[in-house]
């Protein structure tokens, strides 16, 4: 009895030997024993145990220990020595792999042991979370943004769901904020067979942009009244100097800074004045414009200079004389822009007979702004 098992175990030791003497390829993974999920990703590996003219790896899956097999992948490129493999639906304990080496000759193959193929109960894998987004209300059209953004989740992604993978969400709709802005804060949840998931990101609608600015203000010039222009100043400011904007997201406001004008000559002046336009999230732009008030016109003559002739035996010819010039020969001026300033150009009497002689005087009538009038 003793010599029987010696020679079987001799047997087994040379069937042994020769196993391993023509298996030129071995599994490294799986072996047996494990137990994967349906839908994982694990890496078959195997590796050469002999150098051979391998053609090519052939990789094969029983659900059955091995009594069918299911082709994994064909013709595999002899350099690889690992492949990726979804794991199938496929519920078992006697999963197995097999790797054939293709050769030019004999080919050879190794086999896993059993292995265990379990239903996926874990629900979905949250890969990406849902981002914020901000959308500029100045798109051309912001719900369809606003819409798109839902339907992509806010940019969640799942995997890893068994059966059929639903995304819902509870998108309130946008606050009532500034002009066509507004909020939501939205939550995503994605469902499967065996459970939800949810991520919560936050859609703004914004306007950071400022009134555009269509026709600028303008410098404007008017006439000096003599009381200020207050009527063409105020109407060159209640028209903004002009200027025109225009705002996609809603109304503007507009406001000055003008405070007084600055002392010209006269009754003139200018002031620079900043038109501010804003909108109604608070966004502004200025534009800039000037308005003078100039005086080009000269004093008028109300009542004209007067010829005066005085007797040659008048005792007080010099004193008539000055008081003539000095009252402009009965010259009367006025100007609206300011005060008057009369000169004249008298040099002395042309002789004549005698103590007698004549002279012409040119009286002038000056404004403040050196417009005159003889």
Known sequence: MK?????????????????????????????????????????????????????????????????TWDTIAL?????LLSYEWEIPDILTSQ??????????????????????IAPNTSPPNLDAPASDTTIQCSVEDHEIAVQAW???????????????????????????????????????TAMDDCGLITSTATVTIADTTPPHIEVQSMDIVVEADGQGNVADLQVWLDSFGGAQVADVCGNVIWMDNYSILNDGCGSTGSTTVNFIATDECGNSITTTATFTIEDHLPPNINIPAQNVTVDCIAPNQQ?????????????????????????????GLNDGCGSTGSTTVVFTATDECGNSMT
């Open 95 to 116: 999963g197995r792999v097999r790797i054939i080496q293709d050769n030019e000759d004999q080919n050879y193959l190794d086999n896993s042991s059993n292995f265990t």
């Open 150 to 188: 839902l339907n992509n989740h806010g940019g969640a992604e799942a995997t890893n769901y068994c059966g059929e993978l639903i995304w819902t969400h509870d998108f309130p709709g946008m606050s009532n904020d500034c002009a066509a802005t507004g909020s939501a804060e939205v939550t995503f």
């Open 75 to 79: 013709d595999i490129p002899a350099s």
């Open 3 to 67: 010599a029987f098992f010696f020679r079987l175990a001799i047997v087994g030791l040379m069937i042994s030997q020769t196993y391993h003497a023509v298996a030129h390829v071995a599994l490294d993974y799986p072996q047996g024993g494990e137990t994967f999920i349906v839908g994982t990703t694990i890496t078959i590996e195997w590796h050469i145990v002999a150098q051979h003219n391998t053609l090519n790896w052939d990789l094969f899956f029983s659900p059955d220990g091995g009594v």
């Open 319 to 347: 004193f008539e004389l000055q008081q003539w010039l000095d009252n402009n020969a009965g010259a009367q001026a006025s100007d609206m822009g300011g005060q008057v300033i009369w000169v004249h150009n008298y040099s």
